[in-house]
């Protein structure tokens, strides 16, 4: 039996959004090393990005626990991933905009493993 799947409408990719429990200031970090603007603000939530691109969305959880990675006490769901053509000097932009370099480094001269200030890992990679 072959069952009728309607046509797809159009769907597009707006944006990931990160929990957190202070939306302002993780857009800000994200505003700051990936130079997008503020698109969107409410009292709980911060969206960046341009008009007709993908953005980067946070939202406020009120009992927000950031991920023990690379301990599972708490998971992490999701990273970003960076691409960068000097790490060196985007690892050392980032901590002074409040990243905190991950203790596990697997592939350093490849890839570097970040904490942003709400504790979520990502990475900066060539």
């Not at 946070?58 to 009992?63: N, V």
């Not at 350093?108 to 970040?114: A, D, G, M, S």
């Amino acid at each position: 039996m072959t069952s009728h799947i309607p046509p797809a409408p159009t769907i597009r990719y707006l944006a990931v959004t990160l929990d957190c429990s202070d939306p302002v200031e993780l857009a800000h970090f994200y505003s700051q090393a990936l130079g997008l603007p503020v698109a969107h603000s409410t009292d709980g939530f911060v969206l960046l990005g341009s008009e007709g691109s993908p953005g980067l969305g946070f939202y406020r959880l009120a009992d927000y626990q950031p991920p023990t990675w690379p301990e599972s006490t708490v998971q992490k769901q999701a990273h970003l991933e960076l691409g960068v053509d000097d790490l060196d000097a985007a690892e050392a932009r980032l901590i002074a905009l409040g990243a905190v370099k991950a203790s596990l480094q697997p592939l350093p001269n490849r890839r570097r493993i970040l904490l942003d200030p709400a504790g979520h890992p990502f990475c900066i990679t060539l």
